[in-house]
């Protein structure tokens, strides 16, 4: 019943801007924590930012922090990564995913993901 959709990735120069969008069904953003998750060439998948309105909680990887912001819109039940001031070790499949739960050791729990959306940073 749960599905999330990313999508909006594409090829960018490093120092430009790029959103994500990942259309949801199946649940609402008060109801499940969504987040943004992403895996580099030849590493492994990490997160990247977290939500909960029912919490009313935000975090960002310190990778991240200060130049992504995660957003949700569930009039439209989409979400958003919006990503400026985009460096070379950004480029990356981005997934989107819900009913998640940050732990101490860095890791997630994660209840869905979505399909991931390719972004490239490169000159």
């Known amino acids: 019943e749960v599905q999330l959709q990313a999508s909006g990735g594409g090829w960018v120069q490093p120092g430009g801007s790029l959103t994500l969008s990942c259309l949801a069904s199946g649940f609402t953003f008060d109801d499940y924590s969504v987040g943004w998750f992403r895996q580099a060439p030849g590493k492994g998948r990490e997160g990247v930012s977290y939500?909960?309105?029912?919490?009313?909680?935000?975090i960002y990887a310190d990778s991240v922090k200060g130049r992504f912001t995660i957003s949700t819109d569930n009039s439209k039940m989409t979400m958003y990564l919006q990503m400026n001031s985009l460096e070379l070790g950004d480029t990356a499949i981005y997934y989107c995913?819900?009913?998640?739960?940050?732990?101490?050791?860095?890791?997630?729990?994660?209840?869905?993901w979505g399909q991931g959306t390719l972004v490239t940073v490169s000159s």
């Open positions: 995913a819900a009913e998640l739960r940050p732990l101490d050791d860095g890791n997630w729990l994660v209840g869905y």
């Open positions: 939500t909960s309105n029912k919490e009313g909680r935000t």
